[in-house]
């Protein structure tokens, strides 16, 4: 079994005038929300293997506060291609990774909303509502493959075990 998580980065700054999209920092929620991820990740033992992450300031920023939530962050690769915001590089990303069982890719909307919905093809009703309804900054999908290797991946193969919004972690005691 192969499990692939996709983390939305969380709320980013747009305050600044003429600053470079990829560029854009964290805002004040988007600082507070990342860590309570990373603490639902660590604490719903969804520890990812490996991390492949946009190159875009807001995705790195996301990453190193849900990092500092687990025990033993395990190694990241930052990859432009994640910012370019396109579905089919997200599936060669995923197709060629030789790293572990469980994946976390960390980028943006749309590719991930369109990629998710893609490669899902069954699973609990709710998690699959909240999917098509939007993906918010801070979302978590975690889809799982019954594939013994990512190379393996196709659309329509996965089941969509969860889908955690920052709103969900709100209204939850953990």
């Given at each position: 079994m192969r499990r692939l998580m996709l983390l939305r980065h969380a709320k980013s700054d747009r305050s600044v005038p003429g600053m470079r999209d990829h560029d854009r920092p964290l805002n004040a929620r988007g600082r507070e929300t990342a860590p309570r991820v990373g603490a639902y990740m660590a604490s719903h033992a969804l520890i990812p293997d490996f991390?492949?992450?946009?190159?875009?300031?807001?995705?790195?920023?996301?990453?190193?506060?849900?990092?500092?939530?687990?025990?033993?962050?395990p190694k990241v690769r930052y990859d432009e291609r994640i910012y370019r915001n396109?579905?089919?590089a997200l599936m060669d990303i995923v197709r060629t990774t030789q790293n572990g069982d469980t994946l976390l890719l960390i980028g943006h909307n749309p590719s991930f909303q369109m990629f998710a919905e893609l490669m899902v093809?069954?699973?609990?009703?709710?998690?699959?509502?909240?999917?098509?309804?939007?993906?918010?900054?801070?979302?978590?999908?975690?889809?799982?493959?019954?594939i013994d290797s990512w190379e393996r991946v196709h659309p329509h193969s996965g089941r969509l075990d969860r889908m955690i919004t920052p709103r969900l972690l709100d209204d939850s005691s953990d």
């Amino acid at each position: 079994m192969r499990r692939l998580m996709l983390l939305r980065h969380a709320k980013s700054d747009r305050s600044v005038p003429g600053m470079r999209d990829h560029d854009r920092p964290l805002n004040a929620r988007g600082r507070e929300t990342a860590p309570r991820v990373g603490a639902y990740m660590a604490s719903h033992a969804l520890i990812p293997d490996f991390v492949v992450c946009s190159t875009a300031t807001r995705t790195r920023e996301t990453w190193d506060l849900v990092a500092a939530a687990l025990a033993a962050p395990p190694k990241v690769r930052y990859d432009e291609r994640i910012y370019r915001n396109d579905p089919g590089a997200l599936m060669d990303i995923v197709r060629t990774t030789q790293n572990g069982d469980t994946l976390l890719l960390i980028g943006h909307n749309p590719s991930f909303q369109m990629f998710a919905e893609l490669m899902v093809a069954s699973g609990h009703g709710d998690a699959r509502q909240r999917l098509r309804e939007k993906f918010p900054t801070a979302g978590l999908a975690v889809i799982d493959f019954a594939i013994d290797s990512w190379e393996r991946v196709h659309p329509h193969s996965g089941r969509l075990d969860r889908m955690i919004t920052p709103r969900l972690l709100d209204d939850s005691s953990d």
